[in-house]
């Protein structure tokens, strides 16, 4: 088994939580975690990390951070993460059209990018919500 932490700025959601494995989006793709990994640091990206436990599984929505894997146990360090209960779908589908809205208008590249990103984030949102 594997423990694990996801930790934000603002809150602890998983304190040595045991899982089977835990899948982690990161800038090079999706990983996933078994128990006896190799050492890794690694950078977040924006997408659903998934703990499996006990035949069942639990979803997050994380944007941007860290994951340490070192000794079978995963830190996860998200600048925002969301687990799937907590998810309030209608407001992450108005999140995703205001995204959509400041994409058609002329942006910087910094506000492209930033929008590119708050889409991104709504997106998945409702997909692990469901």
Not at 74 to 102: M, P, Y
Request: proline share 2%; charged share 30%; net charge neutral.
């Amino acid at each position: 088994m594997i423990n694990v932490d996801i930790v934000t700025p603002s809150r602890k959601l998983v304190e040595n939580t045991k899982a089977q494995d835990v899948c982690i989006p990161t800038r090079k793709g999706e990983i996933m975690v078994l128990q006896g990994h190799t050492e890794l640091l690694t950078i977040l990206d924006t997408g659903a990390l998934v703990l499996h436990q006990d035949g069942g599984q639990r979803k997050f929505a994380v944007s941007y951070g860290f994951a340490e894997i070192r000794n079978d146990k995963v830190l996860i360090l998200a600048e925002t993460c969301e687990e799937s209960t907590e998810i309030d779908v209608e407001r992450a589908k108005a999140a995703q059209k205001r995204a959509e809205d400041a994409l058609t208008g002329s942006l910087t590249e910094d506000r492209f990018k930033k929008y590119q990103l708050k889409l991104q984030r709504a997106i998945i949102r409702q997909h692990i919500s469901q």
